[in-house]
Structure formats: C-alpha cells, structure tokens
C-alpha cells in the first residue's frame, strides 16, 4: 500500500493563492491515479481534482475548475494542487488519495482511492 503525506496548507486570504504537495511512498506509485478531495465541517468528503498516471487525464470539480490546478511529478512521486483565487467556501481539510486502477476505473470516486493521507487543513478568510 502507497503511504500519503500532505503539506501546504494554512490560512489565506481571499483572493490568495496556496500549493499543497502530497508526498508518496511506500509500494510503488507506478500507475497510480491520483486525486484530491476536501471535506469541509459537517460536509460529505467530496472530490476536487484527479489526475492520471500519465498526465493525461484530469478531473476538476466546477469548484474548482479555472481556478486549482493539478498536477504529478512521478520521478519524484509527487503530486500538487495549486490553488488560485481562493474563497473561503474553500476552507476545508483537503486530502490527496491513490487509486491503484486506472483512469476510467477509478474515475473521481471517493470509493475507488484506497490509500489516503491525514489531511492538511486550507482556511480560507473573508
């Protein structure tokens, strides 16, 4: 099983910008599809963006889209999310999630990433 740490959150203003970065180790993250998720306080944990072994393949929630960026650096079993234009509906415990099938199997589905990190907490101020 692939072991996930994230870091890079904190606290911003709205407008301001944060890069998490998810570090992977562990069994081999060859072929992995990768993805964010958020859970805000009293909220289901809900998908933000995913990213295929390749890079050829991204998903981006509305919320998300135009504003976060995707994205994986497999030699060094990274992967980051870039956060532009931040709004404090944003604010939430964002968790990077491996999925050991492919892109269409895994799909952006909470259910199909079995392997997850501890989170890393973006708050977002108005």
């Known amino acids: 099983q692939v072991q996930l740490v994230e870091s890079g959150g904190g606290l911003v203003q709205a407008g301001g910008s944060l890069r998490l970065s998810c570090a992977a180790s562990?069994?081999?993250?060859?072929?992995?599809?990768m993805g964010w998720f958020r859970q805000a306080p009293g909220k289901e944990r809900e998908s933000v963006a995913a990213?295929?072994?390749?890079?050829?393949?991204?998903y981006y929630a509305d919320s998300a889209k135009g504003r976060f960026t995707i994205s994986r650096d497999n030699t060094k079993n990274m992967v980051y999310l870039q956060m532009n234009s931040l709004k404090p509906e944003d604010t939430a415990v964002y968790y990077c999630?491996?999925?050991?099938?492919?892109?269409?199997?895994?799909?952006?589905?909470?259910?199909?990433?079995?392997?997850w990190g501890q989170g890393t907490q973006v708050t977002v101020s108005s």
């Open positions: 990213i295929s072994w390749t890079g050829d393949f991204t």
């Open positions: 999630a491996a999925c050991s099938s492919g892109w269409f199997q895994c799909a952006h589905r909470k259910e199909n990433f079995g392997a």
């Open positions: 562990g069994r081999t993250f060859s072929g992995y599809t």
